[in-house]
């Protein structure tokens, strides 16, 4: 069983930047594929970005060049940082892990979502 918890959402202006931390507990983190996934109000939750647990790396190519995903695994903990925030890049962000997270279906757990505003 894995458990994530979320943390460093909050409001930026648009331009700014933030730091997105997923700490997990459990003995298998450096096992799992890790990622961020989002969802806006009215709209499907949509993968941003992911790495594998060798470190390869996946994103979205509405932030690619912005966001870059990295992980601990000493720490167990994966981040996304996100540069030149949107207005679009506003939603709920969530923290996934799981042997497979590239469909939503794959994913084994989620978080419970950190809320990432940018006003314009």
């Known amino acids: 069983q894995v458990q994530l918890v979320e943390s460093g959402g909050g409001l930026v202006q648009a331009g700014g930047s933030l730091r997105l931390s997923c700490a997990a507990s459990g003995s298998r983190f450096s096992r799992n594929n890790m990622g961020w996934y989002r969802q806006a109000p009215g709209m499907q939750r949509e993968l941003v970005a992911a790495?594998?647990?060798?470190?390869?790396?996946y994103y979205a190519d509405s932030v690619k060049g912005r966001f870059t995903i990295s992980r601990d695994n000493g720490k167990n903990t994966v981040y996304l940082q996100m540069n030149s925030l949107k207005s679009e890049d506003t939603a709920v962000y969530y923290c996934?892990?799981?042997?497979?997270?590239?469909?939503?279906?794959?994913?084994?757990?989620w978080g419970r979502g950190t809320q990432v505003t940018v006003s314009s």
């Open positions: 790495i594998t647990s060798g470190g390869s790396t």
């Open positions: 996934a892990a799981g042997l497979s997270i590239l469909t939503m279906r794959a994913v084994d757990y």
